[in-house]
């Protein structure tokens, strides 16, 4: 197995495109985004995309290359990832995958678990539910059915309950009872990299991304983005927050600190997933580059 996927992982605002950029250009080869928000061409602001001038210095795969109006899951991302990793493997030997999203970084080096098809109306029952009864209904339910899940997903994300939910509705079975029956074996070694700081540095940081954010020009695009504010994709932090700003309900400095509130939260899912890992190598965002580098050129031989 002569083939190396460098993996890096972290908590938003923590450098990983900075470091992902370095990498590739010592290696002199290309960038995967598994950031599943940096896929949509419309949600640019923020989702801290690359920035032109970050794109220029690499090439990278999977930013904008959809648009919110697409229907792009995790499954597809999973599928497309590895027929460019197949691509770009033939002319290098290393490959970088920079990301947030926990599930596409384990759909690439992993792969999903296999679940059965589900019929359609389960779902829309349950969406339904969760705008007439709310999240916390369907916490409960999930926590009746399959204790494991309930424990073990993003329970405060409505889309990984749901999905929870109608595998175990519509199968009888445990929606955990479908987790990891059978490794899947990919032809490249993974080096995954992690960056981290101590709780108070990673949300001061992601406090001063929010604030440049907004100075950018986050609500503009927001306000660009008001007739579809009903999609799917769009539901998300920064989004949602200035959604309900431009609907009357909160206040701009409210729904600000919303927007900070949220990413933290996230942020310490994010670390929560990632630290399940044990074999990443975590560093200290401060670590120079360097340093990195050396300690993955002498894992790669």
Do not use: P, Y
């Given at each position: 197995m002569n083939k190396t996927l460098i993996s890096i992982v972290g908590p938003t605002a923590?450098?990983?495109?900075?470091?992902?950029?370095k990498l590739a250009n010592h290696f002199n080869t290309e960038i995967l985004s598994a950031d599943s928000r940096q896929f949509f061409k419309e949600?640019?602001?923020?989702?801290?995309a690359p920035t032109p001038e970050e794109l220029a210095t690499a090439k990278h795969h999977f930013i904008h290359h959809k648009s919110i109006k697409d229907n792009y899951n995790v499954g597809a991302f999973e599928k497309d990832a590895i027929s460019t990793l197949k691509t770009l493997f033939k002319t290098h030997d290393t490959v970088i995958m920079v990301g947030g999203s926990g599930l596409y970084v384990d759909a690439v080096s992993k792969g999903l678990d296999d679940f059965p098809d589900i019929e359609n109306n389960?779902?829309?029952?349950?969406?339904?539910?969760l705008k007439t009864k709310g999240l916390s209904y369907l916490q409960e339910r999930l926590e009746q059915l399959d204790t494991a899940a309930y424990n073990k997903i993003a329970i405060d994300n409505p889309h990984r309950v749901i999905r929870a939910l109608e595998i175990c509705i519509g199968t009888g079975k445990p929606y955990s009872s479908f987790l990891k029956k059978g490794k899947i074996e990919r032809p490249f070694k993974t080096i995954t990299?992690?960056?981290?700081?101590?709780?108070?540095?990673i949300y001061n940081r992601i406090n001063k991304r929010v604030d440049i954010m907004i100075q950018e020009g986050l609500l503009e695009e927001v306000k660009s983005l008001v007739p579809f504010k009903g999609l799917n994709a769009l539901n998300t932090v920064g989004y949602k927050e200035l959604f309900n700003y431009l609907d009357g309900e909160w206040t701009l400095d409210f729904a600000i600190s919303e927007i900070k509130k949220n990413t933290r939260r996230f942020a310490k899912r994010q670390l929560t997933w990632f630290k399940k890992n044990a074999e990443t190598f975590w560093f200290d965002y401060t670590t120079s580059k360097e340093h990195i580098i050396t300690f993955i050129s002498q894992n790669i031989s």
């Open positions: 923590i450098g990983k495109t900075a470091l992902s950029i949600m640019q602001i923020g989702t801290a389960i779902r829309e029952t349950l969406n339904n539910d990299v992690g960056l981290s700081a101590d709780r108070e540095m």
